[in-house]
């Protein structure tokens, strides 16, 4: 039952994604090369939601915050993202479409998810 319920969750993340186009690497380029700041509004209007569910599923107590590392891994991953033209969910959406660069791009994921991991 419940992975029926992350299956439907997973399809309807997927075609609001797709739907709106929701990522925050491209409403960024976006407002930079258009001037247009709907895209942007929408992705900051999810921000809270998508934090409140974060915090909320992985609050321990007695756990404080990591301090400078947090800050140096999200640039690692800004830096990774650019490089990859677009945030996973927008790599999983053109996966989805048929796009093999991003398929490439998605096995260079797991590759770094094994090695933080230790797995290889």
Request: aromatic share 10%.
């Amino acid at each position: 039952m419940a992975l029926l319920a992350i299956l439907a969750i997973g399809v309807a993340v997927g075609y609001i994604a797709h739907r709106y186009g929701f990522c925050i690497f491209g409403a960024l380029v976006e407002i930079l090369t258009l001037g247009a700041g709907r895209r942007l509004l929408r992705v900051l209007g999810a921000m809270p939601v998508f934090g409140l569910v974060a915090h909320f599923a992985a609050f321990q107590p007695g756990v404080g915050f990591a301090g400078m590392r947090h800050g140096i891994g999200g640039l690692l991953q800004g830096v990774g993202y650019y490089l990859a033209v677009g945030c996973p969910l927008s790599l999983l959406v053109r996966l989805g479409e048929g796009s093999k660069t991003h398929g490439v791009v998605l096995l260079a994921f797991i590759v770094g998810v094994a090695l933080y991991v230790g797995l290889l």
